[in-house]
């Protein structure tokens, strides 16, 4: 309990731009490392998904547009590209090379391997869109290279979209906070801003899957009114 507790307490230290910009200090150029293997770890491990995202790049923005922070914005734009890009690449290889051994099973719910085979399907009609949505959304950007790789996807495209999610996600985020941050409006009410990060991150994937579920209606609809047409006929 008392790990836990730690990490809990580690987490609201990296989201809050006060108690950020006092382990900046403390840390000095360590700081740079441990926001790199946070983000790293996030995107990258399917067992840290609880680890900060949004909050903490918009944070980190917010101690990096202080006059006097002693941070380099553009080294941390880079070190936190490098791990966005690098932790998805990592998800994606384990997800490659352990999905195919566990999903064997006919007959396991869980572990079924037409789960596999849905999920390919899904990334060849959905893949590019889904990588790079995926970002923005916590929790979903852990596990969406690890099913891209379970689902084959081919890597040369899970590469591009890789890089496109992980810079658009840390530009972003990071320059939200730098340039709003420290708006006195935001800074009282912080916490209210932070959900409202997150709320936005999942926008994107529910306004795509809205349309999904569109397309799919439509589809349907068609198909119906095909079929009344040959049966007249």
Not at 3 to 8: A, D, G
Not at 131 to 147: D, E, Q, S
Not at 167 to 192: I, P, S, T
Request: glycine share 6%; proline share 3%.
């Amino acid at each position: 309990m008392e790990f836990v507790q730690q990490v809990l307490d580690l987490i609201r230290q990296l989201t809050d731009p006060d108690r950020l910009a006092a382990l900046l200090n403390s840390m000095g150029a360590w700081f740079y490392l441990l926001l790199f293997v946070i983000v790293f770890c996030e995107t990258g491990l399917v067992v840290t998904p609880i680890l900060p995202g949004d909050s903490m790049l918009f944070a980190v923005g917010a101690v990096a547009s202080l006059s006097g922070a002693n941070i380099n914005l553009t080294i941390i734009l880079l070190a936190l590209i490098a791990a966005a890009v690098g932790g998805d690449a990592v998800n994606y290889a384990i997800g490659y090379h352990v999905g195919p051994r566990v999903f064997t099973s006919e007959q396991s719910r869980l572990f079924n391997k037409k789960h596999l085979l849905h999920t390919q399907a899904f990334y060849e009609k959905y893949g590019s869109k889904t990588i790079i949505l995926a970002r923005f959304v916590p929790i979903v950007r852990t596990f969406a290279p690890f099913v891209a790789g379970i689902g084959k996807m081919r890597y040369v495209q899970f590469a591009i979209y890789n890089v496109i999610g992980g810079v658009a996600w840390v530009f972003l985020c990071v320059l939200a906070g730098y340039f709003f941050g420290n708006v006195e409006w935001v800074k009282r009410h912080f916490e209210a801003v932070l959900v409202a990060v997150v709320l936005v991150s999942v926008m994107p994937i529910a306004v795509e899957y809205l349309l999904a579920r569109r397309r799919q209606t439509a589809k349907k609809a068609e198909l119906v009114s095909m079929s009344a047409v040959s049966a007249e006929k």
